[in-house]
């Protein structure tokens, strides 16, 4: 059974830290490339980072660059995106997806996806 399992998110303070995690599970999933999204009310939903399945490549949005970090674990199941110095332009629903096309960021090249997870950040 394949499936993206994301956790982490909540309220935070501006210039705060959260920790996002998603967990892959089915076999197929493992080899795959991993990104995480968001998307705000009333906008389009954005990338944000990705990362290889070995954890060797990783890219972000420019808007996070310097403060956020995608990372994965040892098993290569667990995919995390640390988020520093949070801003309130950082208020969004964050997913996490999967796909087997390296560097893609464009969400419609992502087969699988988590259900979001809420990340509000106050001023």
């Known amino acids: 059974h394949v499936q993206l399992v994301v956790s982490g998110g909540g309220l935070v303070q501006a210039g705060g830290s959260l920790r996002l995690s998603c967990a892959a599970s089915?076999?197929?999933?493992?080899?795959?490339?991993k990104g995480w999204f968001r998307q705000a009310p009333g906008q389009e939903r954005e990338f944000v980072a990705l990362i290889s399945w070995t954890g060797g490549g990783t890219d972000y949005a420019d808007s996070v660059k310097g403060r956020f970090t995608i990372s994965i674990d040892n098993a290569k199941t667990t995919v995390y995106l640390q988020m520093n110095s949070l801003k309130p332009e950082d208020t969004a629903v964050y997913y996490c997806?999967?796909?087997?096309?390296?560097?893609?960021?464009?969400?419609?090249?992502?087969?699988?996806w988590g259900q979001g997870t809420q990340v509000t950040v106050s001023s």
């Open positions: 089915g076999r197929t999933l493992r080899t795959y490339q």
């Open positions: 997806a999967a796909t087997p096309r390296y560097g893609a960021r464009a969400d419609s090249l992502y087969d699988f």
